[in-house]
């Protein structure tokens, strides 16, 4: 089963989660002015949850992170370097994050597993779904898990039939206040 959006790199805006006031333009215009000599065709896909934008991005994702890091934005409050995108299905993405974590993460290392939940009809509780692929983590690989300082973020970004995994550095995940 085919995810049916393909996205490398996820920008969440800043704004209310139940309604669009202008953040998207804004953010979309922030994006494609900081990127556009590197990616002269940006493609933006609309998320059916509001202030979230999916971009497919053929450029290197972490320079287009840092680039975003270092630049003035109004309304970019989270990115994220997406790894893989699959079916919103709890055993697909745990699946799919054991075989991503298998090929990043060193044995005797540390991780956090991170979730956002847009929509409710495949994952009822994200809470749920991090513990799930925390035990799956601990007990497939020799890894701890550590909330407050990981080596690794396992980040989980559910919009609706979606999921974009990430297995990532903290460094390699943007939070802007």
């Keep these: 089963m085919k995810p049916t959006k393909n996205f490398n790199f996820l920008v969440t805006l800043k704004g209310h989660k139940s309604e669009v006031a202008g953040e998207e333009v804004l953010g979309i215009e922030e994006i494609e002015l900081e990127l556009k000599k590197y990616e002269p065709m940006l493609n933006i896909k609309d998320s059916e949850f509001p202030n979230v934008l999916l971009i497919d ?13 270092n630049s003035t934005t109004t309304v ?64 497939n690989l020799n890894i701890e898990e550590n909330s407050t300082d990981p080596d690794w973020i396992v980040q989980i970004e559910i919009i609706g039939e979606d999921t974009g995994i990430s297995v990532s550095k903290p460094s390699d995940i943007l939070k802007k206040d």
């Design 57 to 69: 991005l053929s450029m290197d994702t972490r320079k287009a992170l840092e680039i975003l890091k």
């Design 76 to 139: 970019i409050s989270k990115i994220v370097i997406i790894d893989e995108v699959v079916r919103t299905r709890p055993n697909i993405i745990k699946e799919k994050v054991l075989q991503i974590a298998r090929t990043k993460i060193k044995s005797g290392s540390s991780f956090a597993v991170r979730c956002d939940l847009r929509g409710r009809k495949y994952i009822k509780s994200k809470n749920d779904l991090v513990k799930l692929i925390s035990n799956e983590l601990i007990e």
